[in-house]
């Protein structure tokens, strides 16, 4: 499944997928799942987002300036704080809307 349309709303990542059905990622929720080296020292899996500290986050840090497409299989956000390293693949965006529960801020 990709995404058709992406937008901010809010706190919110909203994603309309193909075929219609929507996802809705708080800001906090996508920046805290950062996948990138620098935020996760590794590249992880999804099962390891409960673990590790949260640090705190830089003003800006879940503001999102900008996004891209990766390759008709990602997208890589740019955040106001100027961080941009990571790329979140279209399964693990829907399995992050899928589990809301994983915001620290709802
Ligand atoms: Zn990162």
Not at 21 to 33: D, F, G, N, Q, V
Not at 37 to 46: L, N, P, Q, R, V
Request: charged fraction near 15%; include cysteine.
């Amino acid at each position: 499944m990709r995404p058709v349309d992406l937008q901010v709303i809010g706190s919110d990542l909203a994603i309309k997928w193909e075929g219609g059905h929507e996802s809705y990622i708080p800001l906090t929720l996508l920046r805290s799942a950062c996948p990138c080296a620098s935020c996760k020292g590794e590249m992880d899996i999804f099962g390891n987002l409960y673990k590790g500290e949260v640090k705190p986050l830089k003003q800006g840090a879940v503001t999102l300036a900008s996004f891209g497409a990766v390759g008709g299989y990602g997208i890589q956000p740019v955040w106001a704080d100027g961080h941009s390293s990571g790329i979140f693949t279209h399964d693990y965006l829907l399995r992050l809307a899928a589990n809301p529960t994983t915001s620290p801020s709802k």
